[in-house]
C-alpha cells in the first residue's frame, strides 16, 4: 500500500468535495485520514478524526466554537484558547 494522506476539511459544508478527493486518492493505492474542522453542523460523511477531537487537542471544546460557527464577521473578537 502507498502512503497516507491526511485531508483536513469542514465536513460540515465540503463532504462531497472531501470525498471526491479521498476517492481519487484510494484509487491511486494509498490511505486517507479524514479530519473534520467544521463548526457549522454536523459532518456529512465518516470522518476518522471529529471536530471534538482537533478541539480537544488545542486544549479547547467544540462547544467554545459552534456558536461561531456564522458566515458574516463575527461582532465579537474571536475567543483566545486557553492553554493549560
Given at each position: 500500500?502507498?502512503?497516507?494522506?491526511?485531508?483536513?476539511?469542514?465536513?460540515?459544508?465540503?463532504?462531497?468535495?472531501?470525498?471526491?478527493?479521498?476517492?481519487?486518492?484510494?484509487?491511486?493505492?494509498?490511505?486517507?485520514?479524514?479530519?473534520?474542522?467544521?463548526?457549522?453542523?454536523?459532518?456529512?460523511?465518516p470522518v476518522d478524526i471529529s471536530r471534538e477531537e482537533v478541539a480537544k487537542e488545542a486544549g479547547t471544546s467544540i462547544r467554545v466554537w459552534l456558536p461561531l460557527g456564522m458566515r458574516e464577521k463575527p461582532s465579537r473578537p474571536w475567543p483566545r484558547v486557553p492553554r493549560g
Open positions: 500500500m502507498g502512503r497516507t494522506i491526511a485531508i483536513v476539511g469542514t465536513l460540515d459544508t465540503k463532504s462531497e468535495e472531501i470525498g471526491y478527493v479521498k476517492d481519487l486518492i484510494e484509487k491511486k493505492g494509498h490511505r486517507t485520514i479524514i479530519i473534520d474542522a467544521g463548526i457549522l453542523g454536523a459532518p456529512a460523511m
